[in-house]
Nanobody, 116 residues
Framework: QVQLVESGGGLVQPGGSLRLSCAASGFTFSRYSMSWYRQAPGKERELVATISTAGASTNYADSAKGRFTISRDNVKKTVSLQMNSLTPEDTAVYYC?????????WGQGTQVTISS
């Protein structure tokens, strides 16, 4: 059974940091590119960051560049998103996403709220 389980969300003050993690199981993790998406209330789901299978290549949305860092551990089968300098505009549900060809998996999401 495929599972992507996110953790690490919560309530943080503006300017703070959070580290999201996603634990994968039920598929060959190292063969999938991994991404983080987010969806804010009333908005479409948007790509935040992507990391290649071996972790050699990463890409970020403009809103994430310089503040967020995506990483993965193919031994532990985890992907993480370190988020710094958070603003209220980063408030959203954050989703873990795995992709290989036409096969894709989504996690259930973790809520991130940035508020004072």
């Amino acid at each position: 059974q495929v599972q992507l389980v996110e953790s690490g969300g919560g309530l943080v003050q503006p300017g703070g940091s959070l580290r999201l993690s996603c634990a994968a199981s039920g598929f060959t993790f190292s063969r999938y590119s991994m991404s983080w998406y987010r969806q804010a209330p009333g908005k479409e789901r948007e790509l935040v960051a992507t990391i290649s299978t071996a972790g050699a290549s990463t890409n970020y949305a403009d809103s994430a560049k310089g503040r967020f860092t995506i990483s993965r551990d193919n031994v532990k089968k985890t992907v993480s998103l370190q988020m710094n300098s958070l603003t209220p505009e980063d408030t959203a549900v954050y989703y873990c996403y795995a992709l290989r060809g036409s096969v894709r998996y989504w996690g259930q999401g973790t809520q991130v709220t940035i508020s004072s």
